[in-house]
């Protein structure tokens, strides 16, 4: 188990570097992520089994993130299908009585009602994390108690998506931390509801929203998808099946939004102007779409029923926009191969499906895990459906849809890192018209700190240093009134202390004034390495280009970021025959830019590393940004995290006038 530690080999001199076997500094992290629209009713206690396992079986992490998490507790649960604020609270907060999207726990005892319920439920080797709310938006997160002393920087943020981009109806809330020297971001969100293009379009901009304000990490300067080496959405996103697949305007979003907003403005004074003439034909077109709709929603059924998860899936809107590169460029879409999640009937239990036997019906039988199939109880009711009767588990005002999703997208070095384990919804749970979902995973965390070492004595020293020259970028975004934008690049990494301070680098270009497609000529940036230990970093470690916005009277503004592994610029650099004049040491680099979840233009750069014979003698230890002189560190191994802790000027920036250490 992680953090049961509490001897550092190397920092006690038992072993050296060289010799510490990697393994040592990873450990596996097994995590649970759900996530459940509530529907404001108290949830069942006895199910909560089916979203957490009880005990939390043999996870170490657990992340419950929730939507409409208020209720009335000791209410009825009702089987009503129009809960409270179900696909009716976009122009409210949803909440009566909040406060800078806030909510106490003495205005709604349903907060500490919950909480103490699910933290009886996880069982004594868990503790509460942190727990985050933004009125109904809700985000726990339980760690097992041997993790508790590898955990560190627990930070939380939010942002509002709801009306006027100010009421926390909609929107998400975010709990950041470090396990060892490996980060996580959790996100738990709640987009706009409803079907159609327009709404689609709606939730793009609210998940590019959210990930461009919420502002966690080392480095608040980068947004939360460009530093956290794994970061996790969920949520109830709203995401719908559409018939209509292709249908996909291709201007950019602002340009779809005016047109959309035009188009239904018109419809609009359409319908309100045969409405006053009392046309006929309007009350015959509703009734064509009323059969298109019914023809639609029995495919969909069919699909459940047969359990055609493909033919389904090939209809998802989130795969589409995933796929086109609208929504969350990177990120990868966990894809349900169950029965969809949205509109169901409260008090629905599993759905008999192909998989099963679809002549039989469930029903409740507490002698039997509470269900069993009988061949002889057909009903009207939805609680016990009769035989082949999927459309009694959804409500027909809505498309069945799997709303509920998780993504997951991690840094480019340590993909290999996560392993995802499974999706599974959770049918047995039937208080509210979503069911929950889960996915498991693996992650390998990593001591990287403690695994870099430093270079630390002056000429003798052999780090790599590298140039970054012939930079250009293209189709920038215009963050400026007059249509252009002012770029520049400025770099960093992550670690974010793995550039020496001072000494001979230029880690930010000149400006270039009005321009979206600017080149760089003359500028040659120069970053030298702390570490010259290659394998450790190209087993961790990236280098960050983030092109930036100059602003004369404010302060600037992020344009877009690309981030390269260290791995990819080691391999394509590195000189094996050092004789071979004729083998180029440069790496041709071509990316994409992007920044809260969106693409923002293409940088292109050549990466050069500087061979032997044209490094010049190296600054000395103060000139480095050192406080230590050569003498106090001979025969001495040095970490990166010793490194941080002792040697490193805490005030002294890193990445020219943006980064500094905290």
Not at 409 to 415: D, G, H, I, M, R
Not at 456 to 464: I, L, N, P, Q, Y
Not at 472 to 494: A, E, H, M, Q, R
Not at 550 to 572: L, V
């Amino acid at each position: 188990n992680t953090g049961n530690s509490t001897r550092d080999p190397v920092s006690t001199g038992d072993i050296s570097l060289g010799d510490l076997d990697h393994a040592e500094y990873h450990k596996d992290v097994r995590i649970l992520t759900a996530t459940w629209n509530a529907g404001n009713a108290e949830p069942n206690v006895d199910q909560l089994q089916y979203i957490i396992p009880n005990n939390g079986n043999d996870y170490d992490i657990i992340v419950i993130a929730l939507q409409e998490s208020t209720y009335t507790i000791g209410a009825k649960n009702t089987d009503d299908p129009k809960p409270p604020n179900e696909d009716n609270n976009n122009n409210s907060t949803g909440v009566k009585g909040e406060s800078q999207g806030q909510l106490t726990n003495t205005m709604f005892p349903c907060i500490d009602h919950l909480s103490k319920m699910l933290c009886k439920h996880v069982s004594s080797d868990f503790y509460l994390l942190k727990h985050h709310l933004r009125a109904q938006i809700q985000l726990y997160v339980f760690a097992r108690k041997i993790l508790e002393s590898s955990i560190s920087r627990v930070e939380v943020s939010a942002e509002n998506t709801g009306f006027l981009h100010i009421f926390p109806n909609k929107g998400g809330i975010s709990i950041c931390f470090n396990v060892n020297d490996t980060s996580f971001a959790f996100i738990s969100s709640h987009l706009a509801a409803h079907e159609g293009v327009f709404n689609c379009y709606m939730r793009n901009d609210s998940v590019k929203e959210i990930m461009r304000n919420i502002q966690a990490g080392e480095n608040k300067y980068l947004d939360i998808c460009n530093q956290f080496h794994h970061i996790f959405f969920m949520g109830d996103m709203n995401y719908r099946l559409t018939m209509n697949i292709d249908e996909e305007p291709n201007d950019t979003f602002e340009e779809t939004k005016k047109k959309l907003l035009e188009q239904k403005k018109l419809e609009k004074e359409k319908k309100n102007e045969e409405k006053d003439n009392n046309n006929e034909e309007e009350e015959e077109l509703s009734n064509d779409a009323k059969a298109e709709r019914k023809k639609n929603h029995d495919m969909i059924l069919n699909w459940i029923k047969s359990e055609n998860w493909t033919q389904m899936l090939k209809h998802d809107e989130l795969n589409r926009e995933v796929r086109k590169g609208r929504l969350l460029p990177g990120f990868t879409a966990c894809q349900p191969a169950f029965p969809p999640t949205f509109k169901r009937y409260r008090g629905g239990k599993n759905i008999p499906t192909a998989g099963g036997d679809v002549s039989r019906c469930i029903v409740k039988n507490t002698s039997n895990n509470g269900y069993h199939y009988d061949l002889n109880t057909p009903s009207n009711n939805h609680k016990n459906p009769p035989n082949n009767c999927v459309d009694y588990y959804y409500n027909p005002q809505r498309y069945p849809a799997v709303t509920d999703r998780v993504l997951y997208k991690s840094l480019p070095a340590l993909k290999d890192d996560l392993e995802f384990k499974s999706f599974n919804s959770c049918e047995l749970v039937d208080t509210s018209d979503h069911k929950p979902v889960h996915a498991s995973f693996n992650v390998k965390t990593h001591q990287a700190k403690k695994r870099i070492p430093v270079d630390m004595v002056g000429k003798e020293a052999t780090t790599d240093i590298y140039q970054i020259k012939n930079m250009k970028c293209t189709n920038l975004s215009s963050l400026d009134l007059d249509g252009y934008s002012d770029p520049y690049v400025l770099i960093s990494t992550d670690p974010i202390e793995l550039i020496y301070e001072k000494g001979a680098n230029k880690l930010k270009s000149n400006i270039i004034k009005k321009n979206l497609n600017p080149i760089w000529e003359n500028d040659i940036l120069t970053f030298e390495c702390i570490s010259s230990d290659r394998d450790a970093l190209s087993a961790h470690c990236h280098l960050i280009i983030q092109i930036w916005d100059y602003d004369y009277t404010n302060e600037d503004d992020m344009i877009g970021i690309c981030i390269i592994p260290f791995s990819d610029i080691i391999a394509n650099t590195t000189i094996i025959n050092p004789n071979d004049k004729n083998k180029e040491n440069e790496y041709q680099i071509k990316q994409d830019l992007f920044y809260g979840g969106a693409k923002q233009g293409t940088f292109e750069c050549i990466i050069k590393k500087v061979l032997p014979e044209d490094i010049p003698a190296k600054p000395s230890l103060s000139k480095r940004g050192l406080s230590a002189s050569p003498s106090n560190l001979a025969a001495k191994t040095i970490t990166l995290e010793e490194y941080i802790k002792n040697y490193r000027r805490s005030t002294d920036t890193i990445c020219g006038d943006c980064c500094t250490i905290s």
